[in-house]
């Protein structure tokens, strides 16, 4: 009798090892790089469209706010897309995206991702996630920026 509950506390100890074995072999597999996520700050940012007047249909605008600034990209005399400058391929290494208003994307200079202006869609990677974007709405001459 003694045996048997010897041998069942020897099965239930060598389960526990494989359990946790398994676990941190999981833990570890299912991390690499592409978990460097841009962290979340506060967004609440209003702009008198005035300040705006100058920006044209599909042009776009650095602000101050997000991490390291955001760009404000017109779509139509009171439509606004705003997104992350920075790039989310590495995004703790602090690279900026920078726009071109001829080609409506902008690119990131250290790995070369670019990413649609209009959509905020990856054009070409190595980035495997779009630019992070910010809800916009328009009410009478303000424009509003939040996440």
């Known amino acids: 009798?003694?045996?048997?509950?010897v041998k069942r506390m020897y099965d239930i100890s060598k389960l526990k090892k494989i359990f946790i074995i398994?676990?941190?072999?999981i833990t570890f597999i299912g991390c690499d790089d592409n978990d460097d996520w841009i962290p979340n700050v506060r967004v609440d940012i209003t702009i008198n469209l005035t300040q705006l007047a100058d920006l044209g249909i599909l042009q776009a605008r650095y602000?101050?706010?997000?991490?390291?600034?955001?760009?404000?990209?017109?779509?139509?005399?009171?439509?606004?897309n705003a997104f992350e400058r920075t790039c989310p391929h590495k995004?703790?290494?602090?690279?900026?995206v920078e726009f071109d208003d001829v080609e409506l994307f902008a690119s990131c200079p250290c790995c070369g991702s670019e990413?649609?202006?209009i959509y905020g869609?990856?054009?070409?990677?190595?980035?495997?996630?779009?630019?992070k974007q910010y809800n916009t709405s328009v009410?009478?001459?303000?424009?509003?920026?939040?996440?």
């Open 91 to 96: 995004p703790s290494g602090n690279c900026v």
């Open 22 to 25: 398994s676990l941190i072999f």
């Open 63 to 80: 602000w101050p706010g997000g991490i390291n600034g955001i760009i404000i990209f017109r779509l139509g005399d009171k439509e606004f």
């Open 121 to 131: 869609g990856l054009r070409k990677g190595p980035a495997k996630r779009p630019l």
């Open 1 to 5: 009798m003694q045996k048997i509950a």
């Open 115 to 117: 990413f649609d202006l």
């Open 139 to 147: 009410t009478d001459f303000w424009l509003h920026i939040r996440n």
